[in-house]
């Protein structure tokens, strides 16, 4: 069997790129040939899986959500069996699924482990996404926080660049479909989920990535919302972050289902896995089991 290592050396603080060698020696116990390739930016990545994914068994990757992200895109919907080292700053994608964060420990599920076919996004019909596609507050510190911050302070970087630079929550018209739900109105933050964590927070904990649907949440806001409705918008933020997407509050709208279309104004960014994605109208979709990718023996939910 043959098996193809791609890893970004730039994801979280170089800690992947310093294990190659263990990570290497590691998979030639499983496999009868193990190529390795340091991608030497994330589209050189896409490029590579595009080109070759085709000639191996098993692909393993490090790097973080962005570059699980990159090699769903180089997949184009081919369906070859996974193995993923987490390696970036936060890692939401491992989280929802329980693989270890450490080098070893993930190394060990990809031995040991199971392969599980998974649901993705499929997103306007041409990208793709694992876990997320996010309009709103706070999306961009994702992709806008510099990589020298993150090898710094991790995680909290992404917190500082938030306070730094969104604290002004845009708000932005809404008109979303999801089966039979139908809503119009305004937002500052738009999730449509396929996973339980996002940004590092377990907000959509009950769902499972093979149960062929997805959450779509909607914080609304006025349009022009005086200091009491900004406010609320804070507090309605924090408690979905902190108590997941089913918490009750009245500006917080939660739908579930194979799809949804979301038509915004043109000038509205989106992020997909944490990356910087399409603008505009946006239409998600659920692909079901579409990616094949090993997890723990004994995870029994995924």
Known sequence: MDCLYLYNPNSGRGRVARKRAYIEKQLKTAYDR????????????EAYVRAHAERYDTIVFSGGDGTFNCILQGLEGRKVRLGYIPGGTVNDVARSLGIPRSVRGAVRTILTGRAEPLDCLRLNGTHYAMYVAAAGAFTNATYSTPQSQKRIFGRLAYAFRAIRKNMKLEVFPVHAVCGKD????????????????????????????????????????????????????????????????????????????????????????????????????????????????????????I
């Open 34 to 45: 193990v190529n390795v390739y340091a991608a030497a930016d994330a589209q050189d990545l």
């Open 182 to 301: 139908v809503l119009d109105t305004h937002a500052v933050l738009v999730l449509a989920i396929n996973g339980r964590s996002v940004a590092g927070f377990p907000i959509n904990r009950k769902a499972s990535m093979q149960d062929g649907t997805l959450e779509f949440v909607v914080v609304e806001q006025k349009p022009k919302p005086n200091v009491w409705q900004k406010l609320g918008a804070y507090l309605s933020l924090v408690a979905l972050f902190l108590f997941g997407c089913r918490v009750k509050k009245r500006n917080i709208k939660f739908f579930r289902g194979s799809s949804v279309q979301v038509g915004t104004a043109e000038d509205v960014v989106w992020d997909h896995d944490g990356e910087e994605g399409t603008c505009g109208d946006m239409s998600v979709e659920i692909c079901p089991r579409a990616v094949e990718l090993i997890v723990p023996k004994k995870r029994k939910k």
